[in-house]
């Protein structure tokens, strides 16, 4: 599977952004796509994760009401849409693929195998 994640860039507070999360390899309807981000200095942290269906989603707290996961298969591809940016919301973005065919939309980093490159994303105050 090979994921490749862009959309990202430089943006205001209260503006938003659509990141894209292209796959290839397996059918992309087999596993589950979640979006983790890593800012500067701390660790990886889940975002948002959506099912292999597209059914079932899930998301961090704080992007409750401001991020949108969700996926074409079709087109494989994902996408996350972020409004209502705020400059905590910087970070490097990754996309991921679950395999697990029990999986949902986990938010386990250590259940997703396949990573994509990351697309950086900054908020201006």
């Known amino acids: 599977v090979r994921l490749q994640a862009f959309g990202g860039g430089l943006v205001q507070a209260g503006g938003f952004l659509r990141l894209s999360c292209a796959a290839s390899g397996r059918p992309f309807s087999n596993y589950a796509i979640g979006w983790f981000r890593q800012a500067s200095g701390k660790e990886r942290e889940f975002v948002v994760a959506?099912?292999?269906?597209?059914?079932?989603?899930s998301y961090l707290d704080s992007v409750k009401g401001r991020f949108t996961i969700s996926r074409d298969n079709a087109k494989n591809t994902v996408y996350l849409q972020m409004n209502s940016l705020k400059p905590e919301d910087t970070a490097v973005y990754y996309c991921?693929?679950?395999?697990?065919?029990?999986?949902?939309?986990?938010?386990?980093?250590?259940?997703?195998?396949?990573w994509g490159q990351g697309t950086l994303v900054t908020v201006s105050s």
């Open positions: 991921a693929a679950d395999l697990r065919t029990s999986g949902g939309a986990s938010s386990r980093r250590y259940e997703y195998e396949y």
């Open positions: 959506v099912s292999r269906s597209g059914g079932s989603t």
